[in-house]
């Protein structure tokens, strides 16, 4: 997904049984990428167990990370927000195994 020059992208994503993430973010501008996730994992449903994390993580044409997962997670829920201003474009996707 890419978003519009100069705007932030927003994605989310639905993961069942992973056992890592990864979110990618790209641009070719020289502007700062500025990329916030947040992840919420639960086992079977959220009266079991859950884990929740976030963070924001800044760089240059390439930005990566890896939000933990619970151990025995059933599902998890990624959202991001990227952007890098000016009339930058950026690219994102997240990534389960």
């Known amino acids: 997904m890419t978003s519009k020059p100069g705007k932030t992208l927003h ?9 890592a993430l990864g979110v990618v973010v790209t641009s070719s501008s020289s502007r700062t990428i ?3 996730w947040w992840s ?6 959220d009266d079991v167990m859950t884990e929740e ?10 930005v ?15 959202w991001i927000n990227a952007g890098a201003g000016g009339t930058a474009k950026v690219s ?5 195994y």
């Not at 994605?11 to 056992?19: S, T």
């Not at 994390?53 to 390439?62: P, R």
């Not at 994102?92 to 389960?96: D, E, G, M, S, T």
Request: charged share 15%; net charge neutral; glycine share 6%.
């Open 11 to 19: 994605r989310y994503r639905i993961v069942q049984n992973p056992k």
């Open 34 to 36: 500025k990329l916030s």
């Open 40 to 45: 919420y994992c639960e086992m079977e449903s």
């Open 53 to 62: 994390d976030q963070g924001t993580i800044t760089g240059v044409h390439l």
């Open 64 to 78: 990566n990370a890896y939000p933990p997962v619970l151990d025995g997670a059933t599902t998890c829920y990624v």
């Open 92 to 96: 994102a996707a997240i990534f389960a």
